[in-house]
């Protein structure tokens, strides 16, 4: 079993375990206030529903497993389902096929539980299965991730017509976690949110400016604004101060990218001049010690490339890879390498030896294997129909 679905596997079965002991605890309360507190009942009443308790959990893994408790009311009727069809089972397994003439009565006696496993799968399970999927024992440097929201396909993209598959893209998240992990990066999540489609894109959230410093951005587009509540949060959480881009400044992350003390900012559909501006402000008003290199990008639609990072990232020795069709002037980068694919400009330094490197570009990996890297693939199609890239699912503070 892989990783991952061994990770699922126990997520899914967290999940119905604590619906099920739930929806067990509150059926025994209902009857001891039906009963009037005689104790003496419990046991046998225990015994009653202890069966249709295990019916139901099996049922809430097996919903999980197919990933139906990732969005609300999939849980919901997950949850309906699971009860009614445990009720019928432990029925049937009572009184055989009688069991079908008692319906209207077992529905009475298993009221209780039923409305609880209803209730508890969207408000408990789905919770308990994020949490659980998130869960990692990694101990290192902090990546800050947001897991793809349930409304993922209505993220925007210059594409037409594509279609995202949540598990797939679920899927290929969590690979991206699993590398990050295996390269020392522990993950923390900002809060999961189905109402921003985008969030899963974090890095164009929040820049990095230094040690316990970053910068709040102001992203471009007007439906990612909310997403940078919630990156705030997490990052003041790990102690770090923040600074913000004010109105009427632009910025997304996606257009800063850090190489040594040069901090290069895409001038893009995303990122205006006063943004730059006031990201070359703070740096002068704090004295930090980076220079800030504005680099006008040519359109997305003429490029492909919607950010600075779409079309240049660094490796961990500083040679920038590049797409040079995306800029619009001469390269600015002292040490360059030109890639060819869409997607190969776009790696995460995971270590000092170690790139991440889309499964989309298989000559970039080629190019930097062969350079003296460990190369880390991971398949992020279902990003990338969303214009995403390798660096945009994370916040790696260094
Ligand atoms: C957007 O259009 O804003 C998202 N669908 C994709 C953002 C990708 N961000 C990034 O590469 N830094």
């Not at 522990?186 to 999961?192: A, F, K």
Request: hydrophobic share 55%; with cysteine; glycine share 8%.
């Amino acid at each position: 079993m892989t990783n991952n679905w061994s990770r699922r596997l126990t997520a899914s079965v967290l999940a119905a375990l604590a619906v099920a002991l739930l929806a067990f605890a509150v059926n025994m309360l209902a009857y001891l206030l039906v009963d009037q507190f005689q104790l003496a009942a419990l046991g046998s009443i225990a015994n009653g529903f202890w069966q249709v308790d295990l019916f139901a959990l099996v049922f809430i893994v097996l919903a999980a497993l197919f990933g139906l408790l990732r969005v609300w009311w999939l849980a919901l009727i997950s949850g309906v389902v699971s009860a009614a069809l445990a009720v019928l089972l432990s029925g049937v397994a009572q009184l055989g096929s009688q069991a079908f003439g008692y319906l209207p009565t077992l529905a009475g006696l298993y009221l209780f539980f039923m409305v609880a496993v209803a209730v508890a799968t969207p408000l408990l399970g789905r919770r308990v299965y994020r949490a659980a999927l998130a869960w990692r024992r990694s101990r290192g440097r902090i990546a800050l991730v947001r897991v793809p929201a349930a409304t993922l396909a209505e993220a925007l993209t210059s594409r037409s017509g594509v279609a995202i598959d949540a598990t797939r893209a679920d899927e290929q998240w969590d690979a991206y976690l699993g590398a990050l992990v295996a390269a020392g990066w522990q993950t923390v999540e900002v809060e999961p949110a189905d109402r921003l489609a985008d969030g899963v894109f974090v890095e164009d959230t929040a820049v990095v400016l230094g040690d316990r410093l970053a910068l709040i951005t102001r992203p471009g587009e007007p439906s990612r604004r909310a997403e940078t509540v919630s990156v705030a949060d997490a990052l003041r959480a790990q102690g770090i101060t923040l600074y913000e881009i004010e109105e009427p400044g632009t910025l997304d992350g996606g257009d800063v990218l850090t190489v040594g003390d040069t901090v290069y900012v895409g001038r893009s559909a995303r990122t205006n001049a006063e943004g730059i501006r006031q990201l070359r402000e703070l740096v002068g008003e704090l004295s930090l010690p980076l220079t800030v290199v504005a680099v006008p990008l040519r359109s997305a639609a003429e490029s492909g490339a919607l950010h600075l990072k779409s079309a240049a990232t660094a490796l961990p020795d500083g040679t920038v890879l590049v797409r040079a069709e995306a800029l619009a002037g001469a390269s600015p980068f002292a040490r360059s390498l030109a890639v060819s694919e869409p997607s190969g400009a776009n790696v995460v330094a995971l270590a000092p030896d170690t790139v991440l490197v889309p499964a989309s570009a298989p000559k970039t990996a080629e190019l930097v294997a062969d350079l003296g890297y460990k190369v880390v693939t991971v398949d992020l199609a279902e990003f990338e129909k969303l214009d995403g890239s390798a660096t945009c699912l994370s916040i790696l503070l260094a």
